[in-house]
């Protein structure tokens, strides 16, 4: 079965420090991966997504993140946050091609940016 | 463009009563999802319409949840009898089609509290 993990409940950064939250998953074929981000009062939306192609993947606001096959895992990053950047931040996987296969999300990781 | 709607925002109960939550999902998006959001916990996938018809239920409870996408529209779902353990987040999501990399738009979710 699939599986996601997000080790970093909560990160505390100062604004210009850079970002990177963890995301490790448990699935052996083709995968969809996908960061969502939730700021405070507003809704879950998507951040990036990963499904083909470049292992590198760019998102909204200076967000990318890296596939890396061989570790299962899709590591978002920002070079410089923002205390805009205040934020819940999940990762999630789906399998396959279809949607027979259940998209599956992390606990997520609370970021907090000191102004 | 309209987001997906859901109402409604807030919902506090005891156990043993039952409650109903709506959504509207974006229009022309076939693919609908209801999630359980339990605090500190990523969503997780309760079930998935594709128009009118149930692609996936296999984590709604069944024996107390139920759920109906009639018309392939509008979709609602029950819960009776609650339970404390229900006290979650519900949220709604929708996505044009039912392809795995399809990203999903969600909507500003219900907090139901049961005592």
């Known amino acids: 079965a699939q599986s996601v993990s997000q080790h970093n409940h909560h990160v505390i950064l100062s604004e210009a420090a850079s970002l990177e939250l963890g995301c490790n998953y448990s699935y052996g074929g083709t995968v969809n991966l996908f960061w969502y981000v939730q700021y405070p009062g507003q809704h879950l939306q998507l951040l990036l997504k990963?499904?083909?192609?470049?292992?590198l993947v760019k998102g909204i606001k200076g967000f990318e993140a890296e596939f890396i096959k061989s570790k299962f895992s899709f590591n978002l990053r920002k070079p410089s946050v923002q205390w805009s950047d205040t934020a819940e931040y999940f990762c999630a996987v789906n399998a396959g091609y279809s949607s027979a296969s259940k998209i599956i999300f992390g606990s997520g990781t609370r970021l907090s940016i000191r102004p | 463009e309209a987001g997906v709607a859901q109402s409604p925002r807030y919902k506090i109960i005891e156990k043993r009563q039952s409650v109903a939550f709506w959504c509207n999902p974006i229009?022309?998006?076939?693919?609908l999802y209801w999630y359980q959001q339990i605090l500190g916990q990523g969503p997780k996938l309760l079930i998935q319409?594709?128009?009118?018809?149930?692609?996936?239920d296999s984590q709604l409870p069944k024996d107390r949840f139920s759920a109906e996408r009639l018309k392939g529209v509008d979709s609602t779902l029950k819960i009776q009898p609650a339970k404390l353990e229900d006290s979650a987040v519900y949220l709604c999501?929708?996505?044009?089609?039912?392809?795995?990399?399809?990203?999903?738009?969600f909507g500003p979710g219900t907090r139901l509290t049961v005592l």
């Open positions: 990963y499904f083909s192609g470049d292992p």
């Open positions: 229009s022309g998006h076939a693919t």
């Open positions: 319409f594709q128009n009118n018809g149930v692609v996936d």
């Open positions: 999501a929708s996505s044009l089609d039912r392809l795995a990399v399809d990203t999903q738009y």
